[in-house]
């Protein structure tokens, strides 16, 4: 199914219409677009529903370099690389909606999350998740399925995704060897997981 920001913002719109919070699952392997989607529908969503719309970044839930060890670190990224317990938490107090809540934000300049980075405020009626692993089918990241209103997958092919990957290691100063190693050898074996291994969602966008 193919549809445009606007029409998918409206969809979302409709659908959290008699919701006092909605939250959004916006998933999709890495490389997908899912950052730069989630931007143009939190435009298209504010521009009707001003102060309405929140995106909670996945990434923010990255455990830090020291946390996750040396031997890890070449494999930052994988699912056991994130705090699942807390991006679960965090949804959960969202979705009981008592007051704001205080969400990480990463930085992938630095290579760090940076806590209480953005708020999701009473206001913010649509909450828009946004990350690789929301829909994953096993433990724990399944355990997330009940926080969920609504459910979004980028679907991009294969060979398109290794080169955007490509390109945005070499946009962060990798020398050509190392882009092509990373997004090969590491991003590329999540793309798999995701696709093989994920829920079907509401929908699918291509």
Known sequence: MSLEPHPLAQRL???????????????????????????????????QCPGQIVVVPMDGYHFDNTVIG???????????????DGLRTDLQRIRRAEGGVAVPVFDRLLDLARAGGRMVTLEHRIVLVEGNYLLLDQAPWCDL???????????????????????RWLGMGQDAEAAFDK???????????VKRHSRTPDLVWR
């Open 13 to 47: 719109i409709d659908a959290a219409a008699d919701a006092s919070r909605f939250v959004v699952a916006l998933a999709g392997p890495p490389g997908a677009g899912k950052s730069t989607l989630s931007e143009r529908l939190c435009a298209a969503i504010d521009a």
């Open 70 to 84: 040396d031997a890890q670190l070449p494999i930052k990224g994988a699912p056991h690389t994130f705090d699942v």
């Open 145 to 167: 399925a009940p926080l969920f209103d609504f459910s979004v997958m980028l679907d991009v092919e294969d060979a398109e995704l290794e080169r955007r990957l490509i390109e």
């Open 183 to 193: 997004a090969r050898n590491k991003d590329m074996v999540n793309v798999r997981l």
